[in-house]
């Protein structure tokens, strides 16, 4: 299964973005990289995602690289509410076609205020 | 959409009592999730259905761990006996199968055995 690589704990200030790197070496080429935030032991949030291009909603923005062997999350403004584990994770094929979810250790993002 | 919805939201019980836990997928979602989260290993894979058939239970820790999902807007996952570690926050998310759906979690039931 393709694993992701997280810094264990940021901190960035409130009113600056905050990037948030992914390492995800081992990803295949139909693999979709996911980005999740949990708020405290809250069910994991959706926020993003992608597979080649950079992508932007509401909420982040996604850039991968052009090796998709990495990515980053930005937060563009982050305020003291978007302090959170982040966690990048690749969806990967399972048996029969189907797919699965496997989540790593994420980064611990803390905003200052 | 009432997203996904777990019962009961906490738990506790006594070491050998049998437990089960609850989920209703969103509508629609062909796929079902249970993870379970502690501070030492994470949010851990348990098992998945596709269409209402289990993929892949290679994340179910032991023989007392069992899962169903009978209709496409049920599953129960079962602890008997329960153990003190299986104290833990499970969650269940559903996504549908097409293209690059994402994940949707429910907000978990903390379960305590003592």
């Known amino acids: 299964d393709a694993k992701t690589t997280q810094p264990p704990s940021m901190d960035c200030a409130e009113g600056r973005a905050a990037n948030l790197p992914c390492n995800h070496s081992?990803?295949?080429?139909?693999?979709?990289v996911y980005w999740y935030r949990q708020i405290h032991s809250q069910g994991p949030q959706y926020i993003i995602h992608g597979l080649k291009n950079n992508e932007t909603n509401e909420m982040a923005s996604l850039i991968i690289t052009e090796d998709r062997k990495s990515s980053t999350l930005i937060l563009p403004h982050a305020t003291l509410r978007d302090t959170a584990v982040y966690y990048c994770i690749v969806r990967v094929e399972g048996t029969s076609g189907t797919y699965k979810y496997i989540f790593g250790t994420g980064t611990r993002l803390k905003v200052l205020a | 959409d009432a997203g996904v919805i777990q019962s009961p939201r906490h738990e506790v019980t006594e070491m050998g009592q049998e437990v089960t836990l609850r989920c209703k997928p969103i509508s629609g979602h062909d796929y079902l999730f249970w993870y379970r989260q502690t501070m030492m290993r994470g949010l851990e894979l348990l098992i998945y259905f596709n269409n209402n058939v289990p993929i892949d239970d290679s994340g179910m820790p032991e023989d007392r761990f069992s899962a169903k999902m009978p209709n496409a807007s049920f599953s129960n996952l079962k602890i008997q006996p329960s153990e003190p570690r299986d104290s833990a926050v499970y969650f269940c998310?559903?996504?549908?199968?097409?293209?690059?759906?994402?994940?949707?979690f429910g907000n978990g039931t903390r379960l305590t055995v003592t």
């Open positions: 081992t990803i295949s080429g139909n693999e979709y």
């Open positions: 998310a559903s996504s549908r199968q097409i293209s690059s759906s994402p994940l949707h």
